[in-house]
């Protein structure tokens, strides 16, 4: 295996400082980022910073890329550390990883589900990294329709429209293909999006403030909901030891 070049490791570690000042701007200046500023706190003359992100669009990219790519790794961490028996504990577990992240770096989660950047564009690469959430969500979702444990026949059928959009996906996917049909993979994939949309709906909720001066017991308010989606999707906590 060869070893990178000292200059490539020097090129590496600058674009990495960068990187980490641009995060700290995050959380003064929003996605408006100056990158005099930001070249100024790295030591750097503007004109030297575009050696390293050509472009305000390519340091924005960087940094939204790090922000899913550590979002994902926090909430899949946590739900591959539960028993793959467990549904429900796994997709609780998923759900604090999703909101302990969030809490603990708001500059960087609101680069990602708060306000689009004005004249930012994401590349199509950016789709991987930010589909690594609900993608973990469906294998969760998976599991249970192969034991049977989610209705035959969602509460309201599919829109033929909407079907078609989530078959498109599933046969885009390189994931394994379910091997059932009842109930149909598209109707699963709508649950996922179901809970997905709920669970960033309650993190961008406390993260943005909404629930100030309404709920005090946040992190309770939270476990509570995410037991109804739960409830409602059929996932429940796995056989009891006699029965594994």
Do not use: C
């Amino acid at each position: 295996m060869s070893v990178p070049s000292l200059r490539a490791r020097v090129r590496a570690e600058t674009a990495e400082e960068i990187r980490a000042i641009a995060k700290r701007h995050l959380a003064t200046e929003g996605a408006n980022l100056s990158l005099r500023a930001v070249a100024r706190d790295a030591g750097l003359v503007p004109s030297a910073l575009y050696r390293y992100f050509p472009s305000r669009d390519a340091l924005l990219t960087a940094l939204i890329t790090d922000a899913y790519v550590a979002l994902a790794a926090s909430a899949k961490d946590a739900e591959a550390a539960v028993t793959r028996d467990d549904l429900r504990a796994r997709f609780l577990a998923l759900s604090h990883g999703v909101r302990s992240w969030a809490l603990d770096h708001p500059a960087e989660y609101a680069l990602i589900y708060g306000s689009p950047v004005p004249g930012y564009a994401a590349p199509p690469e950016m789709v991987g990294p930010a589909s690594e959430v609900v993608l973990t969500l469906i294998g969760i979702l998976f599991d249970a329709a192969e034991r049977g444990l989610l209705p035959t026949i969602p509460p309201r059928p599919l829109p033929a429209a909407t079907a078609a959009d989530l078959r498109r996906l599933l046969d885009e996917s390189q994931g394994p293909k379910p091997a059932w049909t009842e109930p149909t993979p598209e109707s699963v994939i709508a649950i996922a999006f179901t809970l997905w949309t709920q669970l960033f709906g309650l993190v961008t909720f406390e993260v943005f403030g909404r629930l100030d001066d309404l709920i005090d017991a946040r992190r309770e308010y939270f476990e509570h909901q995410i037991l109804v989606m739960a409830d409602l999707a059929g996932l429940d906590a796995g056989p009891a030891p006699g029965d594994r």
